[in-house]
């Protein structure tokens, strides 16, 4: 049994190498926005009650993924431990922690707006500069595997949860994203203070040669929260072009009817 998990969750299961924008690395980024795109579509014209049943079960399956790579992790060649890097002090585990709470609990229904779109930001950020995932390794083993499909429903169940209506962007609020930013960031340095050998949020250590490490923190925040306003923009040009489809629908309509009665 061991030998077969051993080599179920092994690094050496393929000599396949996957690497910054090659075609594994698409792969994995088709997959996951090509299956947002598509939960969205099918899901789009169906009732509140199915939409709602969707995200909580992208909810489940988010929070789920991350609580089992922690029964996992030892199994895996690539861990051979329980990695306290994985606790929720970078920006994507802490959003997947507050899944559940924004997706189930109503208290949480005034700040689901930014858990939703930091959700996808950080997500987003990860999977376009996968760091964790650039070293080698084959392209369907564990570790590349379970961080692409983590961040994957991660950024999905922010998708969902813009493009089937249940959370709508104000740019007036955006605040509240760059507010959560900065709370993510005072946590992440508590974290990396009381942890020896940590970078949570990348705010210890530079992941650039070019970049000083006494900048990062700023830095961080520039960047998340500059990805929150491409976000923004995305989605006010997104409603932009529905609206533009749905009044030009509207107006053949109501040629046809007066065709009609002519």
Request: proline share 4%; hydrophobic share 50%; glycine share 6%.
């Amino acid at each position: 049994m061991k030998e077969f998990f051993a080599g179920l969750f092994s690094e050496h299961n393929s000599t396949n190498k996957i690497g910054l924008f090659d075609e594994w690395h698409f792969l994995y980024l088709f997959i996951i926005f090509g299956g947002a795109i598509l939960l969205s579509v099918i899901f789009h014209d169906k009732s509140d009650k199915a939409k709602d049943k969707l995200l909580r079960i992208m909810a489940v399956v988010t929070i789920g993924f991350y609580i089992a790579d922690f029964f996992i992790m030892p199994l895996s060649d690539s861990y051979n431990r329980i990695s306290i890097d994985k606790l929720p002090f970078h920006i994507c585990t802490f959003m997947s922690v507050l899944v559940p709470f924004a997706q189930f609990n109503k208290r949480f229904a005034k700040i689901k707006t930014p858990i939703v779109t930091l959700s996808i930001a950080s997500s987003l950020m990860w999977m376009c500069y996968p760091g964790s995932a650039l070293g080698g390794q084959p392209p369907f083993c564990y570790i590349i595997f379970q961080t692409f499909m983590f961040h994957g429903f991660l950024f999905t169940w922010g998708v969902l949860n813009l493009s089937l209506g249940e959370v709508k962007l104000n740019i007036k609020k955006i605040w509240m994203e760059l507010c959560g930013i900065l709370i993510i960031l005072v946590w992440s340095m508590f974290g990396n203070a009381i942890y020896n050998d940590q970078n949570w949020f990348f705010t210890k250590h530079s992941i650039f040669e070019f970049i000083p490490d006494d900048i990062m923190p700023p830095v961080v925040v520039f960047c998340v929260f500059g990805t929150c306003i491409v976000i923004y923009g995305a989605y006010y040009a997104i409603c932009a072009i529905a609206r533009h489809h749905s009044n030009i629908d509207r107006l053949h309509k109501t040629k046809s009817k007066k065709a009609h009665a002519v």
